[in-house]
């Protein structure tokens, strides 16, 4: 009698997947682990890498490396004694695993298939069972570059189980066990095995140490490349990287939006995007994705150098149009990144090989290039902009544009290894301004926010970065540029106003003026802005070009006014998409957004008839000063703005805590002097406090965030975007006064180094140029003020 055919299935479905299994190509997992097991000892001599043309051993001459990789690998593996498999004497570790989840939470009806697993010193084997006689299924062999991964909650979540994975040259085992401490212990125990194996070294670092140690000797160099293919130029595809890499590690710091996979499969990617550049017409994007790789991968950077160096040894046209692709890569990413010192030595010695080789030739000139920006190259923070390769490509220098206010835009030649000190050092002495007081810096600027530059950033990577946001950003106004300008104003009093400096000073202050950083009556701000049009226009014509009225007049003026007409307190700023969304959700919505329409253009109405006041008010200001010069109407523009007695002060918006704990933040300035700290309610004139930094016993950056400030007893906690800024202007004004003499075009220290105490004796040097980058944390020492 038949079975019924439901209880048939259910003894039919194991069975029944596996044939599935097998009809559809996918092999038998006993023999696969079978022939992973003895992947490494019965290699022929076809493989992938073709290893055994290149894998060299060590002998007496070192001039040829000839053991075949299987007689290499063979040693790897000690031949196990068949014997009970509980009683093995060499284990590590033992116990029942799971080799793959099919049931779980998802699919609990499938019942799961367990294994002995035996960890050894040499290997983790996996068997039938625990008795005597087991047969063993599979072995991975471990080395140094075999890989363990943690078990993570996502997998359990999913399947019930906790997971250990463990990658192997070829293949990975995925391990699962219901206990997480048990997981935990084999993870444990394989990496404690993998960190005991001494350092693979492939075939190519075995060869570059024999190179470094036979580079006097010409006749052995040249056997060493005639017998090793490895080392020279190749049109084949690269099946394993040259330097060894973890099997199935990633890079944690990479981003993940850009999809990389692991280092190993990385690396032979980057060699298929080298051999591309030699029939690419336009080389520069790929030239530029391939260091964005190098930059988001720092492990692959000696990688690409050893790819570099052996496309450009001995390639079938020395000079053609395909080898000089790869010496403009090799020019790019010597500005770009530094290899280990290994790869660097050996490098080097190529660089010296092809100029004795080609006397004279463009590879020789690429060479002489490479060689001295190997000795300049620092960390970049981004790859360079396109227009940057293309100038490297033919080894020169680019041309940065710097706008300085008040005069004419200024071109730089820089580098890729100029930084923002040298441009700023440069410019003082071509604008006259080696003799000041003050302290300039470059300035990232848009139309909306500024920031400073730090003396050791490069500029390439400030052009990189405008580059990237000018692809982002569809506004025109949203353009960002360089701008040279006063970075710390000690003495603003004594500038000549026939100089540039007054100029830049006078700039400077209309900027402060027009973001509203200058505490003042209305009536005065319409004074400043028609004695700026009297300085852009001379006296008034009706033909002039007028600014718009926000270049004149801070627009916060005129809200403010606005908001102080209005009856009742000002709402606060979400009850307007409160009040639409309830107009949207009831019946009468549309009559209720209608009239807030309404509401807010009758409010855009006013606005527009209060700045049309208030520009009449200014033009009429402005035909008072008829036959004032434009040096005169400078200098009465500052000599109003410095009635502000927190002139020259850097303001900070802020939240002051007066507590670290149990205190609410209230919305100030924070004005860093040449002579105090102050605290001012914003739009007041007078400082509600303030600390002259001989009272000031120490300062410091608490997070990216946060700010503190010791006086006395006192402890003072700010929060702030600029915390790193506010600390930099703090250390540059101390110093400074720890100075007191004429400067004589010195610059910033270093950098300001955390809980570093800071020296203000009379040999500390005056800070002259760009802000340090990081944070500071300092304890002034004050009695030397």
Known sequence: ???????????????????????????????????????????????????????????????????????????????????????????????????????????????????????????????????????????????SLCSVLWPDKQTYKETGYWSVTVFGRKHCYRLYTEHLNEAVHWVCAVQKVIRSKAPVETPTQLLMRDIEEHCGSPEILAQIYRCNPILRHTSSPLYAPLLPFPYGSTDQSAPSARGYTTLRDEAVKLFNSLQQLESERDPVPLIQGVLQTCLDLPPLVDEIYCQLVKQTTEPPVPGGPGNLRYWQLLTCLSCTSLPSPPVLRFLRFHL?????????????????????????????????????????????????TVHCPGASACTVAISSHTTAEEVARELVARLGLAQSPNIFALYEQSRHCEQPVGRATLVADVLTRFENLAGKEAEPDSTWRLCFKHYGFVDTENVPRDSVEFALLFEQAHQMVIRGHVPTSEETLQSLAALRLQCLNSDFSTHAPVPRPEELFPSHVLHSRLRASCHGPAKRPGARLRAGLLASALPWGHALAKQ??????????????????????????????????????????????????????????????????????????????????????????????????????????????????????????????????????????????????TPSGEVLADSCCPENSLDLGPTAPQQRLCPAPGSCQHQPNTDSF
């Open 1 to 143: 009698m038949p079975f019924p055919g439901g209880l048939w299935w259910l003894l039919c479905c194991r069975q029944g997947f596996t044939l599935l299994r097998r009809d559809y190509g996918e092999p038998d997992k006993e023999a696969e682990e079978e022939e992973e097991s003895f992947e490494l000892r019965n290699k022929g001599d076809q493989g992938p890498l073709q290893v055994s043309l290149t894998q060299p051993s060590r002998t007496s001459s070192s001039s040829e490396r000839s053991l075949p990789v299987s007689e290499e690998m063979r040693s790897l593996i000690v031949e196990k004694v068949q014997g009970p498999v509980e009683d093995d004497p060499d284990a590590i570790v033992k116990g029942w695993l799971l080799r793959e989840v099919r049931g779980g939470l998802k699919t609990p009806w499938l019942r799961p298939r367990k294994f002995w697993f035996v960890l050894t010193q040499d290997s983790l084997d996996y068997y039938s069972g625990g008795e005597a006689g087991a047969k063993r299924l599979g072995t991975l062999v471990l080395t």
């Open 352 to 400: 010296g090989r092809t100029e004795r080789e080609f006397p004279g030739s463009e590879m020789a000139e690429y060479g002489c290039f490479i060689g001295a920006a190997l000795g300049k190259t620092r960390g970049r923070e981004c790859v360079p902009s396109l227009d940057e390769i293309v100038v490297l490509i033919q080894r020169q220098d680019m041309v940065c």
């Open 596 to 741: 807030l329409a309404e509401r807010d253009q009758r409010l855009r109405g006013r606005l527009r008839e209060e700045g049309t006041n208030v520009m009449a008010a200014i033009v009429d200001k402005w035909k008072l000063l008829r036959g004032m010069g434009r040096a005169e109407a400078m200098a009465a523009y500052l000599a109003l703005v410095r009635e502000w007695p927190g002139f020259g002060s850097t303001l900070f918006d802020v939240d002051f805590h007066s507590s670290p704990e149990g205190s609410c933040p209230q919305r100030l300035w924070l004005g860093v002097g040449a002579k105090a700290v102050s605290l001012y309610k914003p739009g007041e004139a007078e400082p509600f406090d303030s600390f002259c930094y001989s009272h000031i016993s120490s300062f410091g950056v608490s997070d990216s965030s946060t700010f503190h400030l010791s006086v006395g007893d006192r402890d003072l906690l700010f929060c702030c975007a600029r915390v790193d800024e506010i600390a930099q202007l703090l250390h540059m004004y101390l110093t400074s006064l720890g100075t007191r003499q």
